[in-house]
């Protein structure tokens, strides 16, 4: 059998674990995918005398990174420290010193990939990030090798588990999003700051990943509006559902021609309406999916565990073995990701995205009301598809809620009715809208 | 740029026409794709005279694979004519003719895997075969790929579109089976002779493919126990949708231990009841979809067009652009399918899988029957979930249904308890019976 791929790992939290644990406990299954043994060198940890869930054989750990890139027999440096600043430093060194490099952080790449694969490129070396979007889902290799006949030209994704396991408790039990978040902590779901998750920023960065093996674009963060679940109101999931929808927290990117003949993409991070038979309606709990729109295949779905530390270990370490194979290193050279070629492709804002709409308005419940807001809409060029107002107690005073669902409109011009209708005075709440997946 | 690879094509019917077409249409695409361009120097047809839906350019076409595979130009033979004769000699020749081979037959696979496979090891050449089994569906590159870090331990998989399409008329329209069939036919979605897809024989070439790359078994076509959806009552799609089921044709693999201590893999093909809320019961029309459960990432699941002109095309060319980067030599090295190696797992019947039944009996409506029948299950060891038996009119003597559905019990026992019950006189008709997916 040939050499060993020596392997270093920088962070031993519980991604960390799980990849010890896989190279220590399966080291014959993974020698023979391989083709030859991966030797678990170095781990560089924060807390080296802490007692760690997987016995780390004497010798291996470090409390210091350089130490793990400096060591000659580590081929690979795997990255799981996440953040952006000492994890970036840490990929820059090792690549620096000729190693290859493994990492699941989806910041990193988001803020810093092109420096990131720029170096790689200048040392001759490779960077894999399988486990950086959507956990054990290998969304990764089909973007950017199965799909490698097909120009994407639509994403739709549910990226962030958090999230999608709030948005199951609110729907299937009823529970508000403070309640549902309280729970998703207690379970081990949510972190204790969730902000990240739930906010859509998470998303935001897996998407830009995506959107850079799909399109080719790098996408600054604010360049992807993001919108996160943390404002969601329960009572705009039961009129969902009475409708025959569920919402989800979706990561969306769609293509389309620009104005001057160039091709553009939009990318958002938003709750969306999922009709109920949509396969990524029945996506439940913490799990990740993401479907891919190409223009030869169609569409193909993906999904399974988002996160976790065997499911996101099984990631890992599928790029060891590709870097091990050499895969990894044909892959790396011919997609020239965050290159300064690209694909021809701009990110646009979704201004000209054309969906249909849900609106939830607290109006007045008093005559020529409805009137005035179909007017608006009309006036945008918006057709309505469904009205839902629940008949209020005769005399009751209270504003009512009024639910509408659009047919298809470009977003910029059902803004611009939002707007107006904002102004109405028999509208007593700002207007609640969501896009509809379908 | 690089030298071009030289494709040429052994069949030209609807498959063959999707890679000419995308060949021919996006070479720039493929070309950045590839590192390199990809011609298309020769294509064999039976009918050169024929008018085509793709302009072949002047001097490509013959009707003799031979000059295919002795055009120096080609580096690359596909083989799409299907069937295990010419195809096998055609495959082989090429081989011997030192070019790699991509092919979309899972039936030559299935039933010589093996010498197709030595015989590309002994020319040092590739062979690719992502197109073998659901179509557009990167099933192959993530059994092999992704999940290389896995042992799986199961594999459930809608393989058969058009059975997924009749299945899905049957349930959703209440059609019966020949008038769905018929419908299938006339939309396209079903041959003429549609045997080898309504009887199982097609996913259990499939099933054979996977189980190879999963366990490193060679099932012998008597080996996988198939039943198709062609003797499928409507009343058992009914019974169970009242249930909250829905019947799904699956090609399912499951490991376990044998007696003996060694690991063996049961592998077979049938009408399942799954759960409606299962996302592989979600699954409509000639869509193709697989769940694998890894003994790391737990379960993923890739779905997408199991079949088609240009879903199919797309995981050709996607091997293709493989071989093109040097990938597909890597992955073949490395997975040594079909060699005599194996993984340890040995075929066994599906005995001793244990899962829950669904039972449906044609009883005369008196006293002692149901005593009989659950006299039988309890004695081989098997509990009852639930009965249903609707009332029949008073003094009807008319036989009834009665529907039962168990607990987890061992098929091989199930199926004693079902001759054992085909021998009571108040039972009618043979018992129908099918596993359950939960």
Redesign the interface.
């Known amino acids: 059998m040939a050499e060993p791929l020596g392997v270093g790992l920088v962070g031993c939290g519980t991604v960390g674990t799980g990849v010890a644990r ?1 190279l220590l406990e ?1 080291p014959d ?2 020698a023979r ?3 030859r043994p991966l030797d678990l060198c170095r781990v560089a940890v924060r807390h080296p005398e802490k007692p760690r869930e997987v016995a780390l054989p004497p010798g291996v750990v470090t409390a210091d990174p350089a130490a793990v890139i400096a060591d000659p027999r580590v081929d690979v440096v795997v990255e799981l420290i996440g953040g952006t600043t000492v994890a970036r430093r840490v990929v820059l060194d090792a690549l620096a010193a000729g190693k290859h490099v493994v990492t699941a952080n989806k910041a990193l790449l988001a803020e810093a990939g092109g420096e990131v694969f720029e170096a790689a490129r200048a040392a001759g070396r490779t960077v894999c990030f ?1 486990a950086a979007v959507a956990g ?3 969304i990764i ?2 973007l950017g ?7 994407v030209t639509a994403i739709q994704g549910i990226l962030n588990g958090t999230s999608n396991f709030i948005l199951t408790s609110m729907a299937e039990r009823g529970m508000s999003y403070p309640a549902a978040l309280a729970e998703a902590q207690r379970l081990g779901y949510a972190e204790a700051d969730p902000t990240l998750d739930v906010d859509g920023s998470d998303a935001a960065h897996k998407l830009a990943v995506l959107a850079q093996i799909a399109f080719g674009v790098s996408a600054r963060p604010e360049q992807i509006e993001r919108r996160g679940i943390d404002t969601l109101d329960a009572q705009d999931i039961r009129f969902a559902g009475e409708l025959g929808y569920t919402i989800k927290l979706l990561a969306e990117a769609w293509t389309g021609e620009s104005t001057t003949g160039g091709r553009e993409v939009a990318l958002h991070v938003a709750p969306v309406l999922l009709r109920r ?1 949509d ?1 990524l309606a ?2 439940r709990g913490a799990f990740n ?1 993401i479907s891919v729109h ?1 223009d ?10 988002g996160a976790g530390m ?2 996101t ?3 890992v ?2 790029d060891l ?2 870097l091990a ?3 990894a290193q ?2 790396f ?2 997609a020239r990701l965050w290159s300064r070629e690209g694909k021809g492709f701009v990110v646009e804002p979704v201004e000209r995205v054309r969906s249909r709409f849900y609106l939830r308005l607290t109006v007045a419940d008093r005559p020529g009301v409805l009137a005035d807001i179909t007017r608006i809409l009309a006036d945008e060029g918006i057709s309505i598809s469904s009205v839902v107002q629940h008949e209020a107690g005769e005399g009751a005073t209270e504003p009512v809620p009024l639910v509408i669902l659009t047919h298809t409109a470009e977003t910029g011009r059902f803004r611009a009715a939002l707007r107006k209708m904002a102004t109405l005075s028999a509208v007593s709440a700002p207007p609640v809208s969501y896009a509809m997946g379908d």
Chains 1, 2 share one sequence.
Not at 145 to 151: R, T
Not at 296 to 305: I, K
């Open positions: 896989l399966q299954r993974l995918r391989a083709g399988e054990g889902v290998p290799r089909a090798e199965s799909l490698a006949a097909n120009q038979t396969l029945q996506v999916a190409g030869v295949v169609g569409e193909t779905l993906y999904q399974g565990p065997m499911p270990a099984s990631s370490v599928a073995i590709d194979v050499g895969r044909a892959t050279a011919a």
